[in-house]
């Protein structure tokens, strides 16, 4: 009489080889996926609904799904009845949808560039601002708020001299060719030191009564002067730099692995780094210029999507941006909802961010204490 042996018994599994626990894992990130790309979508609804003036979300849903099918020009072929108010229409498209949009674009790029520094300078404490990026785009935009320079003179100002910073680093990163991410490194700690001196120069330089509050307020983050036309700038640089970086997704996984090893695979790391260092640049940039300096975005996001799916930045990267900008929609939705007056979304990212990376340090050490 020959013996039963369940699916899920471990003699079973141990039979069905590596391809078979391949195809398990592969499946399981697939989930994931959609998972985040589902909780992506019931955060933005809920982002839409809420605020000072609720609107109810299955009218939110209403007015989203109008505005698609008038912009793809579809309206003609469903005809969806009216059954929501001009003022919830006019809350939704021309305040909410807008700024709901710039928190996912800014949250997944900081989370993307963060997973990608991450695995360029093999250092899992690497955020964006180790580059100097947003230290130069922070200037910028402080420079266009002392000089009484509008909205799009400010987003110029910032991204212009965002990529500069870039450019910079760069430049010094190819006066050591022996040791390059430690010139970088040490490159972007001397840019972002001297253009903080800068912008603490332009603050205490600023009119106190006039100038200096909108300074203070743009520097803490936040995504209250989010437009159709602010989001559309954001979002050319954003989806390059993303575009490129999705690309080479799974280059990063064998460029983590140190230079020799990528040669050896026959990849050149040089070339590849920068590529990276300027999509990152560019996404960067264009973040700091939008919504101001949002921080811990780009140095918790990746940590989490790392324990939960695993290093594979084939995975890595596409999950770090729907957690991102997940993330960054439900602190800016208690950024306007907590309190009678708006709380910058940079406050909120740090207040939230430092406490839950010292959880996983901790966390992580007590698994691998060797490693710690």
Do not use: C
């Not at 250092?123 to 320079?149: E, K, M, R, T, Y």
């Not at 140095?299 to 084939?314: K, S």
């Amino acid at each position: 009489m020959t013996a039963l042996i369940t699916p899920n018994s471990s003699a079973s599994r141990r039979a069905e080889g590596p391809k078979a626990a391949q195809r398990r894992r592969a499946a399981r990130r697939r989930w994931a996926l959609v998972g985040l790309a589902a909780a992506l979508g019931v955060a933005f609804l809920v982002a839409l609904s809420v605020g000072r003036y609720s609107v109810p979300l299955n009218e939110a849903a209403r007015i989203l799904a109008a505005q698609g099918l008038e912009i793809t020009g579809l309206d003609s072929w469903f005809d969806l009845r009216r059954t929501w108010t001009d003022q919830e229409q006019t809350v939704i498209t021309l305040v909410r949808l807008p700024r709901s949009l710039m928190a996912v674009l800014a949250g997944g790029a900081l989370a993307v560039s963060g997973a990608a520094l991450q695995a360029l300078f093999r250092n899992p404490l690497v955020s964006p601002d180790v580059i100097g990026v947003s230290s130069a785009s922070s200037f910028g935009g402080v420079l266009a708020i002392a000089l009484g320079g509008g909205g799009l003179i400010l987003m110029g100002g910032a991204f212009a001299l965002g990529l500069a910073a870039a450019a910079l680093v760069m430049a010094m990163g190819r006066i050591r060719a022996s040791s390059p991410i430690l010139t970088i490194v040490l490159g972007g700690i001397v840019v972002s030191a001297f253009f903080n001196a800068l912008v603490s120069l332009v603050t205490y330089l600023a009119d106190p009564y006039t100038t200096l509050p909108s300074i203070t307020f743009w520097l803490m983050g936040s995504l209250a002067a989010a437009t159709w036309t602010k989001l559309w700038l954001a979002a050319v640089p954003i989806a390059i730099g993303l575009t490129v970086v999705m690309a080479l997704r799974w280059r990063i996984d064998v460029l983590s692995l140190g230079d020799e090893d990528s040669r050896a695979l026959g990849l050149n790391p040089t070339r590849l780094r920068w590529v990276l260092i300027v999509a990152v640049s560019m996404m960067t940039a264009a973040t700091v210029a939008s919504s101001g300096v949002i921080g811990w975005v780009g140095l918790v996001i990746p940590h989490l999507v790392r324990l939960m799916l695993g290093p594979d930045h084939r995975t890595l990267i596409p999950a770090s941006f729907l957690l991102g900008g997940t993330y960054l929609l439900v602190v800016d939705l208690l950024s306007r909802s907590m309190t009678a007056s708006e709380v910058p979304v940079g406050i909120l990212t740090a207040i939230l961010g430092a406490p839950f990376f010292v959880y996983l340090l901790i966390t992580q050490t007590r698994k691998d204490p060797d490693h710690a």
